[in-house]
């Protein structure tokens, strides 16, 4: 890992392609690359066995870094983006609107219809460095509200949840009393509880919590989280993968709390150890030798709990989208959805066969690689999820500061009849977004509640359910003088049980089938946030380099190495510490 101090970086240039006719016979593959400013020096090298065409399917914050990276990689291909709509970008969609405050200054706010702020994360901050954007990052900073105020609503009211340790004795107290906490005696006795039976090889979330632990915290804490991370059910998604860390820590040492106390026991450095899968290991290895990220700005995101831009994430779409286009080898094809893909093998080359564009006036490419970052319908199901933004001028609506609330499963039907997850306090959770001062929240609805449904609530009903909701938790009846109603409908991939071996089984299939010419990329298989995306598709470029393309790996090579957890020093998991050094 390299940090660039602003002196350092006034002496380093690049060209970002080639500028002479002789240059392309070389692969210039810049080290960092920026849209404005000072570029850093490219390293530059012959490869006779470049692919010469690589498709990218799928147009959203996966398809469009995996384009950025590919295209960065391999300068001298020739690189084609399928987007199926008219933009690319996914779920990231901003809205600024025009409103009114309460005194009748005319501004505007941002309305974010997807994810609206980030955690800090290696890959993410040094794209959001080399597309130019640092001076747009806005911080949530640890002593914020928007950092120290989350709440879960349980059973009728809020409740604040600790932000620090030790945990405050008043904030336990009301815990406590609200019988949020109802079942923490089952993480005292959580050591002495029978390990898992030897074939048990996959649990649901909350079976783990509950066999562990106690179910009262599986229903009224643990839900509550997942509602706002997948929309999802805890009784269907799956402990293996998404409590992996606990699951293997009781599979390694029989315990979770166990396991942890025996991990840090056994720590020689001062910041203690990690339980760590190896493959993450090696990946923040890898972060740290080759990304590079201006110290100021790392020191700023460490010193956070999440940030946004200024013009919401859309801006970063945008921006990408624009740096891919700059790269001058990349081709962006809108209004063309994958029919199909197959592998093709001629003259003992390896290919891909795509068939793109709408019914009836397709297209036939042939590709030396594909990054896919497509659906594939029988590894996870979907949820659909609506939000609902809304602008109220009078600026104390909000009986708290904070970020906002969750809602748990356990919460009665009677305080929750939307099918409501949480609520987002934008005004209070994010700055430096809007130019004028009011309230402004979020509500996020569905998801899980609503499988099997046919059809969904109409945008009238959506907002109707909003104002419900927030006048039943929140005592707020006032009239917003601005909303956006958006229904995601199947935007969120989940991890139910039995995902590992699923994803297993395709990984499998896959490299069989296309020997390596199609590598996988997006929120079904590296995370469904922004920054696991990201990080997967800088992962999957960078293992193409050097001849890897032609390897028979299909971007999916955690899962290929199987339960390999282990414990490392803590100081190796961090990018680096707040003085930029590893």
Same mark, same amino acid.
């Given at each position: 890992?390299?940090?660039? &101090?602003?002196?350092?970086?006034?002496?380093?240039?690049v060209?970002?392609?080639?500028?002479?006719?002789?240059?392309?016979l070389f692969?210039?593959?810049?080290?960092?690359?920026?849209r404005?400013?000072?570029r850093?020096?490219?390293?530059c090298?012959?490869?006779?066995?470049?692919?010469?065409?690589?498709?990218?399917?799928?147009?959203?914050?996966?398809?469009?870094?995996?384009? !950025?990276?590919?295209?960065?990689?391999?300068?001298?291909?020739?690189?084609?983006?399928f987007?199926?709509?008219?933009?690319?970008?996914?779920?990231?969609?901003?809205r600024?609107?025009d409103?009114?405050?309460?005194?009748?200054?005319?501004?505007?706010?941002?309305?974010?219809?997807?994810?609206?702020?980030?955690?800090?994360?290696?890959?993410?901050a040094?794209?959001?460095?080399?597309?130019?954007?640092?001076?747009?990052?806005? !911080?949530?900073?640890?002593?914020?509200?928007?950092?120290? &105020?989350?709440?879960?609503?349980?059973?009728?009211?809020?409740?604040?949840l600790?932000?620090?340790?030790?945990i405050?004795?008043?904030?336990?107290?009301?815990?406590?009393?609200?019988?949020?906490?109802?079942?923490?005696?089952?993480?005292?006795k959580?050591?002495?509880?029978?390990?898992?039976?030897?074939?048990?090889?996959?649990?649901?979330?909350?079976?783990f919590?509950?066999?562990?632990?106690?179910k009262?915290?599986?229903?009224?804490?643990?839900s509550?989280?997942?509602?706002?991370?997948?929309?999802?059910?805890?009784?269907?998604?799956?402990?293996?993968?998404?409590?992996?860390?606990?699951?293997?820590?009781?599979?390694?040492?029989?315990?979770?709390?166990?396991?942890?106390?025996?991990?840090?026991?056994?720590?020689?450095?001062?910041?203690?150890?990690?339980?760590?899968?190896?493959?993450?290991?090696?990946?923040?290895?890898?972060?740290?030798?080759?990304?590079?990220?201006?110290e100021?700005?790392?020191?700023?995101?460490?010193?956070?709990?999440?940030?946004?831009?200024r013009?919401?994430?859309?801006?970063?779409?945008?921006?990408?989208?624009?740096?891919?286009?700059?790269?001058?080898?990349?081709?962006v094809?809108t209004?063309?959805?994958?029919q199909?893909?197959?592998?093709l093998?001629?003259?003992?080359?390896?290919?891909?066969e795509?068939?793109s564009g709408?019914?009836?006036s397709?297209?036939?490419?042939?590709?030396?690689?594909?990054?896919?970052?497509?659906?594939?319908?029988?590894?996870?199901? !979907?949820?659909?999820?609506?939000?609902?933004n809304? !602008?109220?001028?009078?600026?104390?609506?909000?009986?708290?500061?904070?970020?906002?609330?969750?809602?748990?499963?356990?919460?009665?039907?009677?305080?929750?009849?939307?099918?409501?997850l949480?609520?987002?306090f934008?005004?209070?959770?994010?700055?430096?977004?809007?130019?004028?001062?009011?309230?402004?929240?979020t509500?996020?609805?569905?998801?899980?509640?609503?499988?099997?449904?046919?059809?969904?609530?109409?945008e009238?009903?959506?907002?109707d359910?909003?104002?419900?909701?927030?006048?039943?938790?929140?005592?707020?009846t006032d009239?917003?003088t601005?909303?956006?109603?958006?229904?995601?409908?199947?935007?969120?991939?989940?991890?139910?049980?039995?995902?590992?071996?699923?994803?297993?089984?395709?990984?499998?299939?896959?490299?069989?089938?296309?020997?390596?010419?199609?590598?996988?990329?997006?929120?079904?298989?590296?995370?469904?946030?922004?920054?696991?995306?990201?990080?997967?598709?800088?992962?999957?470029?960078?293992?193409?380099?050097?001849?890897?393309?032609?390897?028979?790996?299909?971007g999916?090579?955690?899962?290929?190495?199987?339960?390999?957890?282990?414990?490392v020093?803590?100081?190796?998991?961090?990018?680096?510490?707040?003085?930029?050094?590893?």
């Amino acid at each position: 890992m390299r940090f660039q &101090n602003a002196s350092q970086k006034t002496l380093k240039t690049v060209a970002a392609r080639p500028v002479l006719a002789s240059q392309s016979l070389f692969t210039c593959r810049p080290l960092l690359a920026f849209r404005h400013g000072p570029r850093l020096v490219s390293q530059c090298r012959y490869h006779s066995t470049d692919p010469e065409r690589i498709a990218v399917l799928g147009g959203g914050i996966a398809g469009l870094s995996s384009a !950025y990276y590919v295209g960065k990689q391999f300068p001298n291909s020739e690189i084609t983006l399928f987007e199926a709509g008219n933009d690319p970008g996914g779920w990231i969609r901003t809205r600024r609107v025009d409103v009114k405050d309460a005194e009748g200054k005319e501004g505007s706010v941002l309305f974010e219809q997807g994810p609206r702020a980030l955690r800090p994360a290696p890959a993410t901050a040094a794209l959001i460095q080399e597309l130019g954007l640092i001076n747009d990052v806005t !911080y949530t900073k640890r002593t914020d509200p928007g950092a120290t &105020n989350r709440f879960i609503y349980y059973p009728d009211k809020l409740n604040r949840l600790p932000s620090k340790m030790p945990i405050e004795i008043p904030n336990l107290i009301s815990l406590w009393r609200s019988g949020l906490l109802a079942g923490f005696l089952g993480v005292i006795k959580e050591p002495w509880e029978k390990t898992r039976p030897a074939g048990l090889v996959d649990e649901t979330v909350g079976s783990f919590i509950a066999r562990r632990m106690d179910k009262r915290l599986a229903d009224n804490l643990i839900s509550a989280g997942f509602h706002g991370i997948y929309a999802g059910d805890i009784w269907q998604l799956s402990a293996r993968t998404l409590a992996a860390n606990p699951w293997n820590l009781e599979n390694t040492f029989g315990s979770v709390i166990g396991g942890f106390i025996k991990v840090q026991n056994d720590a020689v450095e001062p910041r203690g150890n990690s339980f760590v899968h190896e493959w993450d290991r090696n990946l923040m290895a890898n972060m740290k030798k080759e990304l590079e990220v201006d110290e100021g700005f790392w020191s700023n995101l460490t010193e956070s709990t999440q940030f946004s831009l200024r013009n919401g994430l859309q801006q970063l779409v945008r921006a990408l989208g624009d740096a891919v286009e700059d790269l001058g080898n990349v081709k962006v094809k809108t209004m063309a959805p994958i029919q199909s893909f197959k592998p093709l093998s001629q003259d003992g080359k390896l290919g891909v066969e795509i068939v793109s564009g709408q019914e009836g006036s397709t297209s036939t490419e042939s590709f030396d690689l594909a990054i896919s970052t497509l659906r594939e319908k029988d590894l996870t199901p !979907y949820v659909t999820v609506m939000t609902i933004n809304l !602008y109220y001028p009078n600026p104390h609506l909000l009986p708290v500061e904070g970020f906002g609330y969750l809602i748990p499963q356990s919460v009665p039907f009677e305080q929750n009849p939307e099918r409501g997850l949480g609520v987002i306090f934008d005004s209070s959770a994010i700055k430096g977004q809007d130019t004028v001062s009011g309230t402004k929240l979020t509500v996020m609805m569905g998801g899980h509640w609503w499988d099997g449904w046919e059809s969904y609530p109409t945008e009238e009903e959506g907002l109707d359910m909003a104002k419900s909701l927030l006048a039943r938790h929140l005592n707020i009846t006032d009239e917003p003088t601005a909303h956006y109603v958006n229904l995601a409908k199947d935007c969120i991939p989940q991890y139910t049980l039995g995902y590992q071996d699923r994803l297993a089984g395709f990984a499998e299939r896959m490299s069989g089938e296309f020997g390596g010419r199609v590598r996988f990329v997006g929120s079904q298989f590296n995370g469904v946030g922004v920054n696991d995306c990201v990080a997967g598709a800088w992962s999957v470029a960078r293992e193409l380099k050097d001849g890897g393309w032609m390897g028979r790996s299909c971007g999916l090579d955690k899962v290929g190495m199987g339960e390999r957890w282990m414990v490392v020093p803590s100081a190796r998991m961090k990018f680096a510490d707040k003085g930029g050094r590893d």
